[in-house]
């Protein structure tokens, strides 16, 4: 499975981005969203099972909303009222549903299952 993002870019806080994620080909992965910052822990930001059942850090609550597209092979995120604190680079991965399917599962079990490259999102306040 090959993940490829797109989407990134630079906005002022309280603007809004939708980040897209092709994949290779369909499978029963839990896909999701994680960030990573330079000096900072890697954050789960939101997860989607094959049901659509969602799950969301506290820290993107209301703001980010992910969704898929199974017909397209394709996962979304959509960020509204982005602050500073959430420029970071997003990526998109595809794990295993063995430790369920939740936010924090995306950014733990990213390195054993498919990730993508990675696009930059930058908010200036």
């Known amino acids: 499975v090959q993940l490829e993002e797109s989407g990134g870019g630079s906005v002022q806080a309280g603007g809004s981005l939708k980040l897209s994620c092709r994949k290779s080909q369909s499978s029963l992965h839990c896909m999701g969203w994680f960030r990573q910052t330079p000096g900072k822990e890697r954050e789960g930001v939101a997860a989607i099972d094959t049901s659509g059942i969602t799950d969301y850090a506290d820290s993107v609550k209301g703001r980010f909303t992910i969704s898929r597209d199974s017909t397209r092979n394709t996962l979304y995120l959509e960020m509204t009222n982005l602050r500073p604190e959430d420029t970071a680079i997003y990526y998109c991965?595809?794990?295993?549903?063995?430790?369920?399917?939740?936010?924090?599962?995306?950014?733990?079990?990213?390195?054993?299952?498919?990730r993508g490259q990675g696009t930059q999102v930058t908010v200036s306040s």
């Open positions: 991965a595809a794990v295993s549903v063995a430790y369920g399917c939740r936010a924090p599962e995306i950014a733990r079990q990213a390195d054993f299952g498919y």
